[in-house]
Each structure stands twice: as structure tokens, then as C-alpha cells.
């Protein structure tokens, strides 16, 4: 193309573009047309488009018309003006007049303006010389011809046509016949030596033209359209010192588009040629790289597609929970129990049922996919005290404890509990989704910051399988399945308390009497080849109580009734004092974020604050993701978010965890609507407790 003001204006293409549209697509782009040309091939174009009813008008930059398309033009009623280019490109959201330029000796003069509705340019022809190029040949500029062109070389490829630099039709047939015979020959005579073929064929020779810039006139001119480089950016990369080729297209961005310098590489390079006061191979070309034609990532794909996108974690539970009718979902890496439906059930009543069934009677579900790290060391425990917002120096063995853990900047990172088994032993579990991220955590500070700690960190995820029981009658599945009933019972096992014991048939086991749901509950951990025999265990005794298996949405019901939080509320906003357990945050003892964390935007009264969320209408749903505004002032960011929905068994309708600017107390009595203007609209809530379910949680002790 040719580079001249505001020529990134929608109506100006090129003029093979404007061809194409109207004999591949038979689509006229114009009705009042300007092309602007510095060769030959642009007369077809006019002729096509004057042929299919356009009044067309040649710009050519040469004083020399060729002699049979002028008399052509003139029957079709073509207006030619010669010595003469394109300048500004006028309009609005299209192109309506364009201002040309005439020449005047070696630079241009502004002239008048024409009417126009599309601006077709044609600033002569690059040949595909990137083959050869990929295999390290260097292409060479013909100046009569205004491109680059490769060479001849010993490697066995063979440039024939337009490749070549040959233009005329009949010219490159012949090329292609004399290409084919020589690669024949080739076959038979691999030292064979080719000749170079004979580029041309204008009838009148091309102009070099590259920019039209009229003295005293401020134009935008556009050199590369994707990136939106500029011919002043090429003088100003020059003005700044980046006077490499290679410098100047990382400089500008130039040709790093998806054309790979298609359009504007030959503009850029003599412009930079023009400012050095060079010709144009002294200042070279960048490095031609494959695909030559854009490829779809679709074609690049290879075999990561589909259930192969990324690495699959099966819990040694797998194929126990498919064997008992478990729909499988991902949970971070791992393939989790969604939900266990019974004949004829949907998920919607599968997990309600399971939920109903946790609290009534009893549940298992396979959390082996939480992190577990083994802290051994005689620092272990001041590693933990260091890292938990909460104390953990006085831990007893034989005692777990929930903590949080928080980032450098002060706000939640993760949560999880720590089990003390011996004096300098611990067991750590992490949320799924972050026990990658934990054990780096820990490994970063112990070999950087607290390098004199005598700790060493283990990742056992997968040595151990874990299933929870819970619910009122989890202690008698327990006490089913345990070599020494007595190691289970309230006295020896309280909430929160670790032993390690034997399941039946002398499979070690280490038992935490610890509850996500909210009801009497453990967790049962056992060496991994185990797992299959110890489910099937719990579950032989578990189904005569009328126990039930449960997946991960029956789970998020239970954990949202009880106001848990997960990785769906500590999204990497929210501080502490934001999921309501700021009473967990110590200032006895300095750990990691205990500083920042007290930070004067940390601390506000008005941030966003953990609550539930009710429907005003006990029958209505909402939607997770949905804003939750002031019902007198719906719009913007609104005054916070819901983050988990969920049919609650225990009461009778939907509920919903979010945060809302001052938590609930500054919002009893005032009027809310959850907004979602694109699923559902608008729904009248209310903004309670997040603790909706057995607030004092009596229901985990006994």
C-alpha cells in the first residue's frame, strides 16, 4: 500500500481487495471510487469495477500512462490523472472525500478534494520469497521492480510467476513451464545448476513510491494498520537512535502483526532507508519466520485437546465412586464425586437428598484431594506459628487446628488444618486448589527467608485417602470399622482431637474429629492402597443406618449453611477481618502478613464483609456471580457480590454466601436486590448472619 493521511479510515483497502470482493464475492464496494497507484495492475482493477456500473478514478503517481490501458480507461469511462496520489482521506466513520496531492518536481502539493466513497490503493508487489528465506537465504532488492527478490542458491526450490517477480500473465505461464522443466531436471541430475529467471514486465515502469507528504502538512499516516505504526514512528525509532532494521520493528511493532509486515515492512524499511540517507538494501530486512499464512491455533493444537488439555488426578477412590453411581467433576486437577443420583434423580435432587440425608442420619464423601503436607522438625512448630495468623506454639499432640494463612500483602492466601502428631511432627491440609501453591509457600520461606529453621517439608497428597463421615451417627459408622471402638469414642476423641489407630483388618489409619458441615463429623486418612477397602468398610456399615455417599454440590450446600468459607470467597481480595474470622488474627506474635494487614484500607468499617443471603421471597432462586445492590440505587459495581447459591434442606429455600460493603449488621432492615440483568434480573433479597444454620454449632460436639 501506499502510506498518506488517515489512510487507516474504514473505505480504504487495497486494490486486489476491492477485485476480489467484486469477482470472488460479487460484491461492489463503491459506487464513487479512487484508486491510487503507482503501476500497472491497478488499471484491471478500474476496468472491473468501471464494468460493473462504479464511476472510477485513476490516481497515478507517473507522468507515463500506459498507452493500452489509457485508451481501455477512456471506453470505460475511467477519469485518469497522472502525477497524482492520494494525500488525506476524509470522513467520519467512512471514507467521503479525499484530499489528492500533485507532484511538484521531487515532492508533492496538496490539490483539491475528490467525492468518493472508497479509496483502493495499489503501491506495487512483494513476491513470496519467505521459503527461501526460511532456509537462509537472503533476499535482494531489485530498484526496478521496487521489491525484494531472491536469489538463485543451491537449495532445490524454484521461484516461478509473481514469486519470481514476473507480473504478465502470458510472462508468468512461461515462467511456471520453464520452473517445471528445470525441476525435472533436477531429479534426474541433482548437480544440475538452475537459472535465474528474468523479472518484469511492466509496461511502464513502477514508481517508488512510498509516502505521500506534502510539505507543511500534519498527516497521520499509517505504515502498519494492525499495530497503528506510523510513518513518524519510523522517524521518530530513527530520531531515538534505532536505526537496525531488527531494532526498528521491535521498537515499533512493526510487521509483528498477524500480515507478519505484509503491508507495510517495504514502507517501513525505505523510510528508515530515506531518514539514514541510505539506499534501500544497505538497510536490510528482518528475519522472515514461518507460517507465511496465519495458521489457526485449531491446526496447532497436537493431541492437549479435550480431557487431555491438562494433567487429569485420579483419587485411589476413582473408580470406588464410579462403581457406586458417582458423577465425576473437576475440582481443581482432581476428579471428584459431583453428586451420586439414584435412578430417575437429577443433580438438583440428588444433592438435596444427600444434604438432607448428613444431617439426619450420616454421609461419606472422598476429600482425599485436599493438600497434605508431613512438617517434621524440631522448628516444625515455630514454622506453623510463623505462618498461621493464629497461635499454634501451645498445640497439644493429639489436637488439630483450623488456621489461615495469609499472603505477604496481608490478605487470605489459604486455609486448612494442622494436625500435631508428635512432639515435632505435623500433618497440614490445604484447600484443593491451592496445595501446590501451599507447599511453595512454605519451601520459599524455609530455604530464603528461614533458612536457620530445622524443618523439612514432604507433600503426601497422594499417600494418604481421605474420606469424611458425617453427620449424628458418623461415630457409630466409626466405631464399626475401628480395631479399638474405645480410640473413637466422645472422651477420647473430642472435637477437634487426632488419634491414630487401626481400622479393621490392621490398615493404619490417623482419625481428626473435625467438621466442614457443621455436624458431628471426621476425617478418616489411610495409606493410599487402602482406600478402596476402607470406603467400602465405612459405607458396609454407613447404608443399614440409611447413610447415604455424597459428592461436592451436596458438600457446598452444607459448607454454605454453616457460612464455611472456599476458594470461592477467598478469591485473593478479601482480608481476614472480611471472612468474619477476625478473631483468629493474633497480636501476641508477628507472622507472615501481620503487618500489612493492618494497612488503613484493610480495616475499614465499609469493606466488603462475609453474610448470607435470603430471597425476600422464600420461592424465588438467584444466581451466583450476581451483584448485590441498594434497591434504590441499581447500577455500577453496586455495594457487593454473591459467591455461592444453594438449596438449603435444613431451610426450606434458597441461600446464598457474598460480601457486601459493612457486612450484615449495617444492613438489617434495608432494602437489597440481588441484580443479574443477564440470566435472571433482579431479585429482592435480604442480608443476614452467614452463619444460617446452627449458629452456635452444637451439633458438632456430643
Known sequence: HIAFGDNDR??????????????????????????????????TTASDLAGSGASVTMLDS????????????????????????????????????????????????????????LVLVSGGWSPVVNLLSHRGIKPVWNPELACFLAPTSEEPILAAGSAAGVWDDAACRTSGEKAALEALELIRNPAYRTAAQTPGNWECPIDPLYEVRPAKQKLKSFVDPQHDVTTDDIRLAHHEGFVSVEHLKRYTTLGMATDQGKMGNIIGIALMADALGKEIPQVGTTTFRPPYTPVSIGALKGRNVGPHFRPLRRTPLHDWNLDAGGTMTMAGLWHRPWFFARSGETISEAYVREAETVRRTVGLCDVTSLGKIAIQGPDATELLNRVYSNPFAKLQIGKTRYGIMLRDDGLVMDDGTTWRLTEDEYFMTTTTAHAAKV???????????????????????????????????????????????????????????????????????????????????????????????????????????????????????????KGHVTGAELDGRVTIEDAGLGRMASDKKSYVGSALRKRPEMVKDDRPRLVGIFPKDRREIFNAGSILCA???????????????????????????????????????????????????NTAVEIVSPHMYDPKGERMYG
Open 10 to 43: 474504514p473505505g480504504v483497502m487495497t486494490a486486489n481487495a476491492g477485485r476480489t470482493y467484486l469477482n470472488r464475492f460479487a460484491i461492489q464496494a463503491g459506487e464513487k471510487i479512487v484508486i491510487a497507484t503507482n503501476n500497472d495492475s491497478a488499471y
Open 62 to 117: 507517473r507522468r507515463e500512462i500506459p498507452f493500452s490501458w489509457r485508451s481501455h480507461c477512456d471506453t470505460a469511462g475511467v477519469v485518469i490523472k497522472s502525477g497524482a496520489a492520494p494525500m488525506k482521506a476524509l470522513g467520519g466513520k467512512a471514507v467521503s472525500d479525499l484530499t489528492t496531492a500533485i507532484r511538484q518536481g521531487n515532492s508533492w502539493r496538496a490539490d483539491r478534494n475528490i467525492d468518493c466513497d
Open 439 to 561: 507447599m511453595a509457600f512454605l519451601e520459599e520461606l524455609l530455604q530464603t527467608r528461614w533458612t536457620d529453621l530445622k524443618v523439612h517439608l514432604t507433600s503426601v497428597s497422594e499417600q494418604w485417602a481421605g474420606v469424611a463421615v458425617a453427620g449424628p451417627l458418623s461415630r457409630e459408622v466409626l466405631t464399626a470399622c475401628v480395631e479399638q471402638p474405645t480410640r473413637v469414642s466422645d472422651e477420647a476423641l473430642p472435637f477437634m482431637g487426632v488419634v491414630e489407630t487401626n481400622m479393621r483388618e490392621g490398615i493404619p489409619a490417623r482419625i481428626a474429629r473435625i467438621s466442614f458441615s457443621g455436624e458431628r463429623a471426621f476425617e478418616v486418612y489411610v495409606p493410599s492402597d487402602f482406600g478402596p477397602a476402607v470406603m467400602q468398610s465405612l459405607w458396609d456399615a454407613a447404608r443399614p443406618m440409611d447413610g447415604c455417599l455424597y459428592g461436592l454440590e451436596a458438600l457446598g450446600a452444607l459448607r454454605i449453611e
Open 631 to 681: 434497591a434504590d440505587n441499581i447500577a455500577g459495581y453496586g455495594e457487593g457480590w454473591i459467591t455461592a447459591v444453594t438449596h438449603s434442606p435444613a431451610l426450606g429455600h434458597w441461600i446464598g454466601l457474598g460480601f457486601i460493603n459493612g457486612g450484615h449488621e449495617g444492613w438489617q432492615g434495608r432494602d437489597v436486590v440481588c441484580a443479574d440483568p443477564v440470566r435472571k434480573g
